[in-house]
């Protein structure tokens, strides 16, 4: 049974039905950065699999890959230059894994690739650790740059740790609404103002998957605590039906 409400129409949906196999013409790997996000990124096979109708990323301690010195590395993919999302409502079905220095994502970036944060950011789930809260936090140069509270920008949402939850983000022109398990978190709505870029999510994004490790939100990695996993039962897009 999907969970949406009447008058939501699936239009697109992951379910990972094959095993062993990532669609790259929706996925790709996501590489290696600068970022603490992106900094064990890594397309080593280990990290991924997809099996029993899911995708499954890992983090783990780096096993002595030739010509990599990272001490982790973390598997992800996102759909950039590739499949966008605008308008409508996503959801994501998954379970996390627990470990110290764990922070697994699914987040959102402007298609057309504008200059962080200008472009602006939307983080559908952030989890840190074993916590059994989720974090969802919009992002912007209005909220990062000129540091505006109002409207509130993020919020924490209770999850069922251990188990399978659903994280949602509804996409309109004048406002963005958050959800975990069909429940609304939060808000952000565009208002008016004369400062810049309050809103500039009325575009298209591409959506990211990825479990990462460590950083200065986190904090250090429990080697001890490696391998953690995350398993995405499916992924779905849905359009307002009129």
Not at 14 to 37: H, L, Q
Not at 141 to 164: C, H, M, N, S, V
Not at 225 to 236: A, F, G, N, S, T
């Amino acid at each position: 049974m999907f969970s949406c409400r009447p008058g939501w129409k699936l239009v697109w949906e992951e379910n990972f039905n094959k095993d062993g196999v990532i669609d790259r013409t929706v996925w790709s790997k996501i590489p290696r950065g600068g970022p603490e996000w992106q900094r064990h990124m890594s397309d080593d096979d280990a990290l991924y699999d997809v099996k029993n109708g899911c995708l499954v990323l890992r983090g783990m301690v780096n096993p002595g890959l030739p010509d990599d010195t990272a001490p982790f590395i973390t598997g992800g993919v996102y759909t950039r230059d590739k499949k966008s999302f605008y308008h409508g409502k996503i959801e994501i079905r998954a379970r996390l894994g627990n470990a110290q220095g764990a922070w697994p994502a699914f987040w959102l970036l402007p298609f057309d690739n504008e200059q962080w944060p200008y472009g602006g950011e939307i983080d559908i789930m952030e989890r840190l650790n074993g916590d059994t809260v989720a974090y969802q936090t919009v992002h912007s140069y209005y909220t990062y740059t000129l540091k505006q509270k109002e409207p509130q920008q993020g919020i924490t949402a209770p999850i069922r740790k251990d188990e399978y939850n659903i994280y949602g983000i509804e996409l309109y022109s004048d406002s963005l609404v958050l959800n975990v398990n069909g429940k609304r978190t939060m808000n952000y709505p565009r208002i008016e103002t004369d400062l810049e870029g309050q809103f500039p999510f009325d575009r298209p994004f591409y959506l990211l998957l990825d479990m990462q490790l460590g950083g200065s939100w986190v904090g250090e990695v429990d080697a001890n605590d490696l391998p953690v996993e995350m398993h995405i039962d499916w992924v779905r897009f849905y359009e307002w039906k009129k």
